[in-house]
């Protein structure tokens, strides 16, 4: 649908009553009707109805939180890129088919450059079924030679130690991004065009598991690596990963106090992951930065600072960098629960 026929389109007043229980009653409630506002616009009557009691389910009593969060993501994301369309006069498209019948979450134009993106959210049920069960959790990043092995070792440690413990080791999900990859480069297409970007959103919990997330691409066997466990031609047309913490920020609210503008893509933490298989030239990336703020310059300046071996920056760089982020009052992140440090 093209911003001209969306603009022309008779809005609807919707009655909402919310029911959702992962919708509290609250600064995030109240807020919501902000991101709806802006992307509705460019949406038929239709695509609005589906998006309000199908998508995010507001009227439903019971539902599931992963299939909520995910239409939750998808609404801040493309409502944010709907709104620098408007603000900007340029064109936005809501489900835009560039590989029929597939298509992808939203595509905007600016400055002659097409941005194509795709959203996912990951489904931490799993995981937080292996919190819930164990007394301490061990985090692996990438698929490190002999890690099995020595969860194992740690495990028969902790059971047997005078005070046993359970261990448990935290849900890799790299399979599940590769997925996400191949996913999306079938709803992009095979045909690479000099003026687009391809962009995958992937919502994420908190800044270790943005790490993890962050190494499944960069760390060992990692998805952009040259050992990649996965043929990379599968998805050598996505340009760009786009990390943000909308997980973290719109799900699990009830210790989440100190996060604020929870449907503001802007306010939320986002780093960028450009795939070394792309041909797209530098200007397209720093292009897509403008749109949106990515948080990779200031913290690759922090890591500078940071006096530990290259090989400790990757793995609790991002944790330091966060940390002194609220440190300095800026929650884009809660931080962890105290019982958890």
Not at 196 to 211: A, E, G, I, K, T
């Amino acid at each position: 649908m093209t911003n001209e026929l969306a603009q022309s389109s008779t809005e609807k007043n919707y009655d909402i009553k919310v029911r959702n229980p992962f919708v509290p009653i609250g600064p995030y409630r109240e807020r919501l009707p902000t991101p709806l506002s802006k992307l509705f616009p460019f949406l038929t009557e239709q695509e609005r109805e589906d998006l309000i009691y199908t998508k995010l389910m507001l009227e439903h009593e019971t539902c599931n939180q992963s299939s909520y969060v995910q239409a939750a993501c998808e609404l801040t994301v493309c409502s944010w890129f709907a709104h620098v369309a408007t603000s900007c006069g340029e064109r936005f498209e809501y489900e835009h088919m560039l590989a029929p019948p597939k298509d992808v979450d939203c595509a905007v134009w600016h400055q002659g450059t097409q941005f194509n993106i795709e959203v996912k959210c990951a489904d931490y049920a799993k995981h937080q079924n292996i919190v819930a069960e164990s007394d301490f959790i061990i985090h692996g990043l990438g698929r490190m030679d002999g890690y099995g092995d020595a969860v194992t070792q740690l495990q028969d440690l902790f059971g047997t130690s005078a005070t046993p413990a359970i261990l448990g080791a935290a849900h890799h999900m790299d399979c599940k991004l590769k997925d996400y990859l191949v996913s999306a480069q079938e709803k992009f297409g095979d045909d690479v065009h000099a003026d687009s970007l391809n962009v995958l959103f992937v919502c994420v919990d908190d800044q270790m598991d943005m790490n993890k997330w962050i190494a499944y691409l960069n760390g060992p066997r990692g998805l952009f690596t040259k050992h990649s466990f996965e043929p990379q031609e599968n998805y050598k047309n996505v340009d760009l990963v786009v990390f943000s913490n909308l997980y973290h920020r719109l799900a699990n609210l009830e210790q989440k106090d100190k996060i604020t503008a929870h449907w503001d893509l802007s306010q939320a933490f986002n780093f960028g992951v450009p795939n070394p298989q792309s041909t797209k030239v530098d200007d397209l990336y720093s292009l897509f930065a403008h749109l949106l703020p990515i948080e990779n310059n200031e913290f690759f300046q922090f890591l500078e600072q940071l006096k530990m071996e290259e090989w400790l920056k990757s793995a609790i760089g991002l944790c330091h960098y966060v940390g002194d982020q609220i440190a300095r009052g800026v929650h884009k992140f809660q931080g962890y629960p105290v019982d958890e440090v």
